[in-house]
């Protein structure tokens, strides 16, 4: 009984030396060819030697992966050469990353699978390298041309009609430097729409009025001074402006500063006669300047007059003369700072 339960034992052994050396055979000889239902980039390699599935890789992978790519925003469109940007498919390393996931596992669990017709759910990235330095330039030369700063909403001189504003746009720069990489190194979409946010401004036409509390408007061809209040015409006085070569200066100031019974410094030129770079003191007859004074622009400003008649032409030598009673007026309703359109 004890012979053949050792000859029993000694077959069963041996049997199963000789499974081990089979399966072990077999196992070897697959050890070149990728598992059914191995993908790389989304291209099926399954099944194939590696031999075969560089092939397959290189042409439905690499031609693929090696071409140029756009950034685009509207009609803007960013180009970038496959040679320029360096990309170069890894093949080799595609092919060895199948092959390891082919041989995932144990011997018995390759065998099993293989024998029964078994697949491998896996699916490998494409593999590539590239400039960063170029990718980074793109990134660089498309947020250079679309970033758009927001403009306020402005007024439109001597209108006063509200412009618009505009809102800014800026691109991300670090979610397109993703989005390059992705397309650079995946057989996906070459063109990649840049990423941006929105930047809004500061003043919208609704706070405009904020924007200009006081407002002084000179009109030259009306010889009128319009005062406004948060953009609404709040008072409209009579005015002398700068007579022929003595012209008043025209665009958009500010008040520069402000003085009662101004001293006035004296031009150094051939009108003045006598009085020519002396200052004559404030509030006494020789001072044209009367009263009240607002500095505008280069020694031009806003000055009250006794001589009325003048008012409503092109008499004085650059500054803008008032009725005493309403330079005064004015003087109360405008701080420093204050802008006036000269036009």
């Known amino acids: 009984m004890r012979s053949k339960a050792f000859t029993l034992v000694a077959i069963l ?9 089979a399966a072990y055979a077999y196992d070897s000889s697959r050890s070149d060819k990728v598992a059914e239902g191995v993908t790389v980039g989304g291209v099926a390699v399954g099944g194939l030697s590696a031999d075969a599935a560089r092939e397959r890789l290189q042409s439905q992978v690499a031609t693929r992966i090696e071409q140029p790519i756009a950034v685009t925003y509207g009609k803007a ?11 170069k498919a890894d093949v080799g390393g595609m092919v060895e990353d199948a092959l390891d ?8 669990s390759r065998v099993v699978r293989d024998v029964t017709g078994g697949e491998e759910d896996v699916n490998i990235a ?11 330039q793109l990134v660089k030369r498309a947020s250079d041309k679309l970033d758009r700063d927001p403009q306020d909403a402005t007024l439109d001189f001597p209108s006063l009609a509200k412009v618009k504003e505009q809102d800014g746009i800026k691109v991300k720069r670090a979610a397109l430097a993703r989005q390059i990489d992705v397309a650079l190194t995946s057989t996906g979409d070459r063109v990649v729409e ?7 401004p500061k003043v919208t036409r609704r706070e405009l009025a904020k924007e200009y509390p006081t407002l002084l408007v000179a009109d030259r061809s009306t010889f009128q001074l319009k005062l406004y209040k948060d953009l609404k015409l709040a008072k409209t006085y009579t005015v002398a402006f700068g007579a022929v070569g003595f012209d008043t200066p025209t665009g958009l100031y500010n008040i520069q500063n402000k003085q009662v019974d101004p001293a006035w410094s004296v031009p150094d030129s051939d009108w003045a006669g006598d009085l020519a770079g002396t200052v004559v003191p404030g509030g006494i007859p020789e001072n044209p300047l009367k009263a009240r004074w607002m500095g505008i622009y280069d020694g031009a400003g806003i000055h009250g007059t006794d001589d009325v008649a003048s008012l409503g032409s092109a008499a004085s030598h650059g500054c803008i003369r008032m009725a005493i009673t309403d330079v005064i007026d004015v003087y109360d309703r ?3 700072g204050t802008p006036i359109y000269i036009g």
């Open 13 to 21: 052994v041996a049997i199963l030396a000789v499974g081990s050396v």
């Open 77 to 87: 469109r960013f180009n970038l050469s496959a040679e320029d940007a360096g990309v």
């Open 101 to 108: 996931a082919s041989r995932e596992g144990n011997i018995v």
């Open 126 to 136: 494409a593999q590539a390298s590239y400039s960063n330095s170029a990718a980074n």
């Open 194 to 200: 840049a990423p941006v946010k929105t930047t809004k």
């Open 334 to 336: 405008v701080d420093v």
